[in-house]
C-alpha cells in the first residue's frame, strides 16, 4: 500500500475528523486495515496515496505543502522515497524517531496541529 511520508504521523493522531465525511471513513478504513494486518508492506511516498483518494484537497495548495511535510518527515525518519516497511516496523520507527519538537518542526502550517488536535 503506498502510502504519503506524513500520514505515518497523521494515523498516529488520527480522531475522526477530517476535511470531509468521505475523508474520515477512508482513513478510519485504512487505520482499520493497519490494525488488524501489522505485516502489511507500506510504500513510503511523497505523492498521492490510500488516504487521497477521497481528500477534497487533492492537487490544492494545501496539498502541495504536505509534500514539504512528506520531505521533513522522511528526514526525520532517514528513509527515501520508496521505502518498504511493515506497518509495525513503521509505527515503531515513528515513536522512536518522532517527537513534540520533531513534530512541531515537520508539522509547521498544519490545521490539525494549530488547532491542538495532535499531541505529541
Sequence with gaps: MRIR??????ALQ?????YSEAFVRRVSRVIALWRHRPGLILTITRSHDAWCRA???RDTSNCRQAAARDARVLACLGLAPGARLEVAAAQDLVHRKIDSRAATYICT?????DGGYCRW
Design 14 to 18: 488520527f480522531r475522526g475528523y477530517g
Design 55 to 57: 481528500c477534497p484537497n
Design 109 to 113: 502550517g498544519c490545521r490539525w496541529l
Design 5 to 10: 511520508a506524513h500520514h505515518l504521523l497523521c
